[in-house]
């Protein structure tokens, strides 16, 4: 096993809903709530799930950005220390965000050298012809010249200025890359561009990802494990490999059949599992299951006890009362529907 | 061979004198899901738009015809093509929740093709739209009826859209990026509904997208647009079978794949998509092209047809299928 760079222990992020007489908060909206998530050195992490599910905002607690309601996240065996600046101050070096949309992430008034070497300058980093040096070096490694440094974001393509974004996400030599959703503004005729850039740079610069995506072809592409969350928790999580090809949550499972294949002859063959209905509101999530509402395979036991994450294989862990019962407690009802009889994968 | 319910020929549409769609040429037949595939500032939505009558003030329909069935709608009045708009033709858009009117009630937004076009009264234009409502599966339709916008999830405003839209029973439905806004899940539940409708009402589907999954699941025939005009159609299967186009052919190529090998280099299409008045002369993607030579950058390729079913317009399309 390699060595652990991010370890996240029973991590909880809520937010307040603000109403009432003096702005007293009246509800709270758990974004994350209670997850256990851990990224080896040079490992690709993908975190899926669809809007809302609280992977952003997860994310954000990595970086620093937001503080969490309770749990640890520890970076190099140090735990991060939300409330103090220097803490954060250590970790904004290690840990980088790439975003979504690079046409906002550029401030346009600023030349791409500038962007590119304003973390350097921020962290005290070299004098300015160092800098001016770094910026060159980094824009050759993401594939632009040193001489793009002089133009603004205008003159860039939408791939182009996602390379820029990726040159100073690095600038500091970070271990840890936050990817949220780095594909899925671009134009589909760019993206393999930049993933094979990413990947490329992963292998030269030793660095470990977190992936946040909904995009789950590019998830498997990518990502070496895999984090399914659904409503704040991890339904499921394994290695990429061991996930798709053998999903074991309910939802992973529907998550990955509505995917259409690029492949009319193969998308006709396949079953697709339609899930009923939307994702409940996070401030009035269901009692037990976060799925329940929605799951084919819902039992009277799932309604009231949340299911804990178990292991159903080496390394693969789900958090299903049917397809992953707890030794004792659930066992009763997983004989009801046996994973892979009749009812396994049916459509609704 | 059934009827067509819509033909487009030749059709130009420019803004502040750029081209935007470049002889533009395609028919759909009565009960066919024909996808047009592209990138953005590829013309698709422009199409979309020149075809629903509703250019943005700034573009300009030059030349071409749109018939549906028999009535060429360029050459149709105004007042005319309105009473078309929303009872024969009908659209729905990418953003459900920004195409709402925030501050109408549902209802009454799915009520107004009706108002407008049939003569029902009250009672039974409200029995029609919330009929309508449960035939796209919105649970609770007269609860939702009375709704506003914001009180609907994302995927029930996209169905509202649709309800909205088949009120009347159009011939041909518009359907721009329809899931593109929503999540994975909620896509294939408006999917499903889509493909439903077109075969319990036989309504005829001009679906825009970028999404080639989207386009293998729902397609019957694929037109692949690229700067401004139609760079290949075929059949849906031919296509994804077989590719006559080196853009088609790489596009095809570059998107990762469920059951593709994982960490593999993926195939890239070379430099960017150019912009609008930035077209190059002669076949426009000769510049990222790894076929180009003189030819290409001298003279436009003609949409001509594949070996098998459809067209191509390429120069080597004999030599597309051992580019990669």
Not at chain 1, 93 to 99: L, M, W
Not at chain 2, 139 to 154: N, V
């Amino acid at each position: 096993m390699s060595e652990t760079l991010l370890a996240m222990r029973n991590l909880k992020v809520h937010f307040p809903i603000r109403g009432g007489l003096f702005g007293r908060p009246v509800g709270w909206i758990r974004a994350v709530d209670g997850v256990d998530l851990d990224i080896a050195v040079g490992q690709s992490v993908a975190l899926v799930g669809e809007s809302g599910c609280g992977k952003s905002t997860l994310g954000a607690a990595i970086l620093g950005m937001q503080r969490p309601t309770s749990g640890t996240i520890s970076f190099e065996g140090k735990p991060i220390f939300h409330g103090e600046a220097e803490s954060l101050r250590a970790l904004s070096r290690d840990v980088q965000i790439v975003f979504q949309d690079p046409v906002s992430a550029l401030n346009p008034k600023l030349t791409v050298g500038e962007s590119i070497a304003e973390p350097l300058a921020i962290h005290g980093v070299g004098n300015a012809k160092q800098r001016k040096q770094r910026v060159g070096e980094l824009l050759k490694l993401v594939g632009l010249q040193p001489g793009h440094a002089a133009r603004r974001p205008n003159a860039f393509s939408g791939g182009q200025r996602q390379r820029i974004v990726i040159a100073r996400a690095l600038a500091l030599n970070p271990k840890l890359l936050i990817l949220d959703e780095p594909v899925s503004a671009l134009d589909v005729s760019i993206r393999s561009q930049i993933l094979n850039l990413l990947l490329d740079l992963q292998q030269r610069l030793h660095l470990s990802y977190l992936f946040i995506s909904h995009d789950l072809s590019v998830v498997r592409h990518f990502a070496d494990r895999v984090f399914v969350m659904y409503l704040g928790h991890i339904a499921e999580t394994g290695k990429a490999g061991d996930v798709f090809a053998t999903p074991i949550h309910p939802y992973t499972e529907a998550l990955l059949s509505a995917v259409p294949l690029p492949d009319p002859a193969a998308q006709r063959n396949r079953r697709r599992i339609v899930l009923k209905g939307d994702l409940p509101s996070p401030s009035n999530p269901p009692k037990g299951c976060a799925f329940v509402t929605r799951c084919p395979l819902a039992q009277p036991i799932c309604r009231e006890v949340p299911p804990p994450l178990v292991a159903v294989s080496d390394d693969h862990q789900a958090a299903c009362h049917v397809r992953a019962p707890q030794s004792g407690i659930a066992a009763s009802s997983a004989q009801v529907i046996p994973a892979g009889s009749g009812k396994h994968g049916e459509p609704i | 061979m059934s009827r067509n319910v819509l033909t487009v020929e030749d059709l130009k549409v420019t803004i502040h004198g750029q081209p935007v769609v470049d002889g533009v040429g395609f028919h759909v037949a009565e009960g066919e899901i024909l996808s047009v595939v592209g990138e953005s500032g590829c013309g698709k939505s422009m199409t979309a738009f020149a075809v629903m009558g509703l250019l943005p003030a700034v573009a300009r329909l030059e030349s071409g015809s749109i018939r549906l069935g028999d009535v060429d709608l360029t050459t149709l009045a105004e007042k005319k093509r309105r009473k078309l708009r929303g009872d024969d033709i009908a659209m729905i858009f990418q953003e459900p929740v920004a195409s709402l009117n925030p501050l109408m009630k549902v209802g009454r937004q799915i009520e107004e093709s009706l108002i407008v076009h049939r003569n029902l009264d009250s009672a039974e234009t409200r029995r029609v739209a919330i009929a309508m409502l449960e035939e796209v599966g919105i649970p609770e339709p007269a609860l939702r009826f009375e709704q506003y916008p914001f009180e609907l999830s994302g995927g029930m405003c996209q169905r509202a859209m649709i309800a909205m839209a088949l009120i009347c029973r159009p011939k041909l439905l518009i359907a721009d990026e329809p899931t593109t806004a929503l999540d994975v899940t909620i896509q294939a539940q408006i999917l499903e509904l889509m493909k439903r409708l077109r075969d319990t009402t036989g309504t005829t589907i001009l679906l825009i997208t970028h999404d080639m999954g989207v386009v293998a699941d729902m397609a019957d025939r694929v037109a692949v647009m690229y700067a401004g005009r139609i760079i290949e159609e075929a059949p849906v299967d031919a296509i994804f079978t077989r590719q006559e186009h080196p853009y088609a052919r790489l596009l095809l190529s570059t998107i990762p794949r469920l059951d593709g090998t994982p960490k593999t280099v993926l195939p890239t299409i070379e430099g960017t998509v150019p912009d609008i008045g930035e077209w190059p002369a002669g076949c426009r993607f000769n510049p990222r092209c790894p076929l180009a030579d003189r030819q290409c950058v001298e003279r436009h390729p003609p949409l001509a047809p594949r070996a098998d079913a459809g067209a191509a317009a390429c120069w080597h399309s004999d030599k597309v299928g051992a580019m990669l």
